[in-house]
């Protein structure tokens, strides 16, 4: 702006001067024409004149008939000067002062031979003649060569003043419209250029704000966190202290989501934020990863209270209530910290290991807190050293699957085998499916594994005499990254098993996600005649609603419930309840775990139907269990306590 100005005012002293320079010049010529006009009009005495020159003296001419210089002419005085710059006749009074010449001054065609004239009236020349300024005239010399030869000089003085003020007024006009016109075409450019400028930095701005903020709430994200942090991080390398890097999960926001929609959620995460930002530092720094992953960044800690008394504050924020379309929404949040540097001292451990703590905690239960240990950290590499084993594990014929019975409660009879898959690592050995399964479902190798353990059931099953029956678990991943009917129906009709001979397992932890297909798809699996299985009953959510809402055959009741029946009273009556429901539902009832005879006494009273536990048999091979069928035609008794121990 300021570069702007200066060039304007730039180009208002140019035009002026040029202007000026213009004016100099047509009041130049403008004197000589009304000089050259007034020689012709005063009909000089040609002889007289040259006389007058010759001797230096008017007396070879009547002063009368000299020009007149009546006020208001242009010419307003006149000199005659002879050859060598004498002066012989002037109309005016006062000599040549020492003055600078006029702007508009003009001399013109001063002969050679008046060399002395030309200096005299150049150097020496009247600053003011009759109170004109020397501005306000011009001075005109013209040589007289009658015979070819100048005999001498008349001088002529221009009155200039009108001529001056209308072309000074004129030019000025002129040069004001012009200077005007160039700096509006300077202007008008450079002000749209200025303001497309200002349109750029302005949609710059907005990118960089949309590649460093989250969309939905504002705050920073992954990366501009990242960036923060690092530069906390290296701040507190230099002047010391700590800082905690806290990893928060809205507890069971998927319920909310799946139940409310996703508008609900994403106002639910926008005042999530809000709450974070709000009870945080100023120098402390929020930040949303994804989904409702949050983390937080405390700068400059003191020590593990300080720390807990802000995860206390926040969590108080998080757990009040949110209200979305008028309707309150509980939810809580789960938490975990890493310190810097005791738990690392750059942004991708210390995200890790605040990951990790809040992992620990969600597993111990929601709406918890955990600071980050190394146990955690161990456990975390062990997992991933498990989980690039598994890759090639299905590859290396790796795993197995094992066949635990069912027992028929009423006549002891063997109604079916669960599969249960096992892993034989070649370095670790047996590793438990309760480890493992989680790997598989994280990494999602969860899907081939998946299908690979349904066809291997299906095979085996039919390797078996009838009556076989044969029960597989499914994760809740295969459901979402496969269509489980297709497949289920695939493997069918290609080993040839009966659909009413397979059982598929389910738990909970499916019916919390996308509710309706998953619906869709056990529907279809029921309608093809495969049997669903609620597994775990009493571990999860236990939502009666779900028992009404799928089309479930069966409910296997937890070992921890059938653990804690013969001394727990409430247990007892839920379990009454549960059974006396799921049999109004037209379910089989199992219960899972039995491993006592005064178990198996219970769960007869309560009226289960069927009983699955080491009581009535551990898990075996394929071949054993074909024999465990075949001998099974003759009922057998249940085995004693201390063999089944
Ligand atoms: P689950 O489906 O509830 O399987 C029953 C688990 O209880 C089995 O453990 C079985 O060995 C164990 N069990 C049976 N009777 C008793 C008993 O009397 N006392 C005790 N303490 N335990 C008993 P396992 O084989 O270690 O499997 C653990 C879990 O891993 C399974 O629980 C299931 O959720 C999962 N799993 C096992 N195999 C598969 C599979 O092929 N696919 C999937 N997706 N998950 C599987
Ligand atoms: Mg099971
Ligand atoms: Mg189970």
Same mark, same amino acid.
């Given at each position: %702006?300021?570069?702007?100005?200066?060039?304007?005012?730039?180009?208002?002293?140019?035009?002026? %001067?040029?202007?000026?320079?213009?004016?100099?010049?047509?009041?130049?010529?403008?004197?000589?024409?009304?000089?050259?006009?007034?020689?012709?009009?005063?009909?000089?005495?040609?002889?007289?004149?040259?006389?007058?020159?010759?001797t230096g003296s008017l007396r070879a001419i009547d002063v009368d008939h000299l020009p007149d210089t009546a006020p208001g002419d242009r010419v307003f005085r006149y000199e005659l000067y002879d050859r060598t710059g004498g002066l012989i006749y002037s109309t005016g009074v006062g000599g040549l002062s020492a003055e600078t010449p006029p702007r508009s001054f003009v001399m013109a065609s001063v002969t050679a031979a008046s060399k002395e004239l030309k200096s005299s009236l150049r150097d020496g020349y009247a600053a003011k003649e009759d109170g004109r $300024?020397?501005?306000?005239?011009?001075?005109?010399?013209?040589?007289?060569?009658?015979?070819?030869?100048?005999?001498?000089?008349?001088?002529?003085?221009?009155?200039?003043?009108?001529?001056?003020?209308?072309?000074?007024?004129?030019?000025?006009?002129?040069?004001?419209? $012009?200077?005007?016109?160039?700096?509006?075409?300077?202007?008008?450019?450079?002000?749209?250029?200025?303001?497309?400028?200002?349109?750029?930095?302005?949609?710059?701005?907005?990118?960089?704000?949309?590649?460093?903020?989250?969309?939905?709430?504002?705050?920073?994200?992954?990366?501009?966190?990242?960036?923060?942090?690092?530069?906390?991080?290296?701040?507190?390398?230099?002047?010391?202290?700590?800082?905690?890097?806290?990893?928060?999960?809205?507890?069971?926001?998927?319920?909310?989501?799946?139940?409310?929609?996703? *508008?609900?959620?994403?106002?639910?995460?926008?005042?999530?934020?809000?709450?974070?930002?709000?009870?945080?530092?100023?120098?402390?720094?929020?930040?949303?990863?994804?989904?409702?992953?949050?983390?937080?960044?405390?700068?400059?800690?003191?020590?593990?209270?300080?720390?807990?008394?802000?995860?206390? =504050?926040? =969590?108080?924020?998080?757990?009040?209530?949110?209200?979305?379309?008028?309707?309150?929404?509980?939810?809580?949040?789960?938490?975990?910290?890493?310190?810097?540097?005791?738990?690392?001292?750059?942004?991708?451990?210390?995200?890790?290991?605040?990951?990790?703590?809040?992992?620990?905690?969600?597993?111990?239960?929601?709406?918890?807190?955990?600071?980050?240990?190394?146990?955690?950290?161990?456990?975390?590499?062990?997992?991933?050293?498990?989980?690039?084993?598994?890759?090639?594990?299905?590859?290396?014929?790796?795993?197995?699957?094992?066949?635990?019975?069912?027992?028929?409660?009423?006549?002891?009879?063997?109604?079916?085998?669960? *599969?249960?898959? =096992?892993?034989?690592?070649?370095?670790?050995?047996?590793?438990?499916?309760?480890?493992?399964?989680?790997?598989?479902?994280? &990494?999602?190798?969860?899907?081939?594994?998946?299908?690979?353990?349904?066809?291997?059931?299906?095979?085996?099953?039919?390797?078996?005499?009838?009556?076989?029956?044969?029960?597989?678990?499914?994760?809740?991943?295969?459901?979402?990254?496969?269509?489980?009917?297709?497949?289920?129906?695939?493997?069918?009709?290609? &080993?040839?098993?009966?659909?009413?001979?397979?059982?598929?397992?389910? &738990?909970?932890?499916?019916?919390?996600?996308?509710?309706?297909?998953?619906?869709?798809?056990?529907?279809?699996?029921?309608?093809?005649?495969?049997?669903?299985?609620?597994?775990?009953?009493?571990?999860?959510?236990?939502?009666?609603?779900?028992?009404?809402?799928?089309?479930?055959?069966?409910?296997?009741?937890?070992? $921890?419930?059938?653990?804690?029946?013969?001394?727990?009273?409430?247990?007892?009556?839920?379990?009454?309840?549960?059974?006396?429901?799921?049999?109004?539902?037209? %379910?089989?009832?199992?219960?899972?775990?039995?491993? &006592?005879?005064?178990?198996?006494?219970?769960?007869?009273?309560?009226?289960?139907?069927?009983?699955?536990?080491?009581?009535?048999?551990?898990?075996?091979?394929?071949?054993?269990?074909?024999?465990?069928?075949?001998?099974?035609?003759?009922?057998?008794?249940?085995?004693?306590?201390?063999?089944?121990?």
């Amino acid at each position: %702006m300021l570069g702007l100005l200066l060039f304007g005012c730039a180009v208002l002293y140019a035009t002026n %001067m040029t202007s000026r320079s213009v004016v100099d010049s047509m009041l130049h010529s403008e004197a000589k024409d009304v000089t050259r006009g007034w020689l012709n009009r005063a009909e000089w005495e040609l002889f007289k004149l040259t006389e007058v020159f010759a001797t230096g003296s008017l007396r070879a001419i009547d002063v009368d008939h000299l020009p007149d210089t009546a006020p208001g002419d242009r010419v307003f005085r006149y000199e005659l000067y002879d050859r060598t710059g004498g002066l012989i006749y002037s109309t005016g009074v006062g000599g040549l002062s020492a003055e600078t010449p006029p702007r508009s001054f003009v001399m013109a065609s001063v002969t050679a031979a008046s060399k002395e004239l030309k200096s005299s009236l150049r150097d020496g020349y009247a600053a003011k003649e009759d109170g004109r $300024t020397r501005t306000q005239y011009a001075l005109v010399a013209k040589p007289y060569p009658p015979l070819g030869d100048s005999v001498g000089t008349i001088v002529a003085y221009v009155d200039q003043t009108k001529q001056a003020q209308l072309l000074t007024k004129s030019l000025k006009f002129v040069a004001a419209v $012009t200077a005007a016109l160039i700096l509006l075409a300077i202007l008008v450019p450079s002000l749209l250029a200025f303001f497309k400028i200002r349109e750029r930095w302005k949609a710059q701005a907005h990118i960089q704000y949309l590649s460093d903020n989250d969309k939905l709430t504002g705050l920073l994200n992954r990366s501009s966190f990242g960036r923060e942090l690092e530069a906390k991080l290296e701040l507190r390398r230099e002047s010391g202290g700590g800082i905690a890097v806290i990893a928060i999960n809205v507890d069971r926001f998927k319920d909310v989501n799946d139940s409310m929609g996703h *508008a609900a959620g994403d106002s639910i995460l926008r005042c999530v934020a809000e709450r974070l930002r709000t009870n945080i530092g100023a120098e402390d720094v929020a930040a949303r990863l994804g989904s409702d992953e949050f983390v937080v960044a405390l700068n400059d800690v003191r020590g593990p209270v300080e720390i807990v008394g802000t995860v206390q =504050r926040l =969590r108080d924020a998080l757990g009040s209530s949110y209200w979305v379309d008028g309707q309150e929404i509980p939810c809580t949040a789960s938490m975990g910290a890493a310190v810097a540097p005791d738990d690392g001292d750059d942004v991708a451990t210390l995200l890790r290991h605040a990951a990790l703590a809040l992992d620990r905690a969600k597993k111990v239960g929601r709406n918890t807190f955990k600071f980050f240990d190394r146990d955690m950290d161990m456990a975390f590499l062990r997992r991933r050293e498990r989980a690039n084993d598994l890759h090639q594990a299905i590859d290396q014929d790796q795993f197995n699957l094992v066949y635990q019975p069912q027992i028929r409660l009423s006549d002891g009879a063997l109604a079916s085998h669960e *599969a249960l898959v =096992r892993w034989n690592h070649p370095e670790h050995g047996n590793i438990s499916p309760n480890y493992f399964i989680s790997i598989a479902e994280e &990494t999602e190798i969860i899907v081939p594994l998946g299908e690979w353990i349904l066809r291997r059931a299906c095979l085996d099953a039919v390797s078996w005499p009838e009556p076989r029956n044969v029960a597989v678990n499914l994760s809740p991943v295969q459901f979402k990254r496969t269509s489980v009917y297709e497949l289920v129906a695939r493997v069918l009709d290609e &080993t040839g098993l009966a659909p009413s001979q397979l059982e598929l397992e389910i &738990t909970e932890n499916l019916l919390m996600w996308d509710t309706e297909a998953v619906l869709r798809e056990l529907t279809k699996l029921r309608e093809l005649g495969v049997d669903i299985a609620l597994d775990d009953f009493g571990t999860g959510y236990s939502s009666l609603s779900y028992l009404s809402r799928f089309p479930f055959s069966k409910i296997k009741i937890d070992r $921890t419930f059938v653990r804690a029946l013969a001394h727990d009273q409430r247990v007892n009556a839920i379990m009454c309840c549960i059974v006396a429901l799921g049999r109004s539902l037209g %379910m089989t009832i199992t219960a899972e775990g039995v491993e &006592t005879q005064e178990q198996a006494e219970f769960i007869r009273r309560l009226g289960c139907d069927l009983a699955q536990g080491f009581l009535y048999g551990y898990p075996v091979s394929a071949a054993e269990s074909a024999k465990l069928i075949e001998a099974s035609k003759t009922p057998p008794e249940p085995r004693p306590e201390s063999s089944a121990a």
